[in-house]
Nanobody, 123 residues
Framework: QVKLVESGGGSVQPGESLKLSCTAS????????MGWHRQAPGKERELVAI???????KYGDSVKGRFTITRDDVKNTVYLQMNSLRPEDTAVYYC?????????????????WGQGTQVTVSS
């Protein structure tokens, strides 16, 4: 069974930065990628970024050029560096494992995702 624990959320002003972390434990080797999704109130979940086991990152259009996803395989941890934050980045951010295949990311069932971490961007 996989367990994912996120940390690093908080409240910041527009233009500031935050770094999220997600540490995985358990049987993580059935997946070939890890990702971050987010969900704002009243909106659908949105893919933010993923990183393959080979280290290749992919980003959602709304965060390209501002967010960077990295991973530390020794620590089984994936990071999301978020710069130039905007009010529209406000959401609960979730970490997940999944499969990256033919240009698409297929996350595991939502029940296996992390508990989520709140990011609030407001002046």
């Amino acid at each position: 069974q996989v367990k994912l624990v996120e940390s690093g959320g908080g409240s910041v002003q527009p233009g500031e930065s935050l770094k999220l972390s997600c540490t995985a434990s358990g049987n993580i080797y059935l997946s070939n990628a890890m990702g971050w999704h987010r969900q704002a109130p009243g909106k659908e979940r949105e893919l933010v970024a993923i990183i393959t086991n080979g280290g290749t990152p992919k980003y959602g259009d709304s965060v390209k050029g501002r967010f960077t996803i990295t991973r530390d395989d020794v620590k089984n941890t994936v990071y999301l560096q978020m710069n130039s934050l905007r009010p529209e980045d406000t959401a609960v951010y979730y970490c997940n494992l999944g499969t990256y295949y033919s240009g698409n990311y297929y996350p595991s069932d939502f029940s296996t995702w992390g508990q989520g971490t709140q990011v609030t961007v407001s002046s």
